[in-house]
């Protein structure tokens, strides 16, 4: 006997059903920047720029006017925690902030 969620179209033609694939998180841990213009790069196998994304969101209290923002970018087989905003180094703040990371891979 098979389970599992079935969505059909309005012409009853299957849509999504328990072999499809839309996404799935891939990795999820706790990054901690460096007070400095740096990057940490986390391996993710499998993840690339046209596969996947990642994020990070507060853990803990976070105090907007004194915690700035982690980035992050997808790179193959990993993605890199940047502890400034790239592309405006020159003005940008470092922040030690401590968040979770998440990568998420699609298809």
Known sequence: M???L???DENGNVTL???SFTMRV???GVVTGSNSKNFQTISVPGLTPTNG???VVPIGSYDINLS???ETEVITDAVRVYSYVRGREQYSSTTG???R???IRFS
């Open 2 to 4: 098979s389970y599992g």
């Open 6 to 8: 079935e969505i059909r």
């Open 17 to 19: 059903d328990p072999s």
């Open 26 to 28: 891939v990795y999820s």
């Open 53 to 55: 994304t990642a994020f």
């Open 68 to 70: 700035s923002q982690l």
């Open 97 to 99: 902030v401590t968040m």
């Open 101 to 103: 990371l998440i990568a």
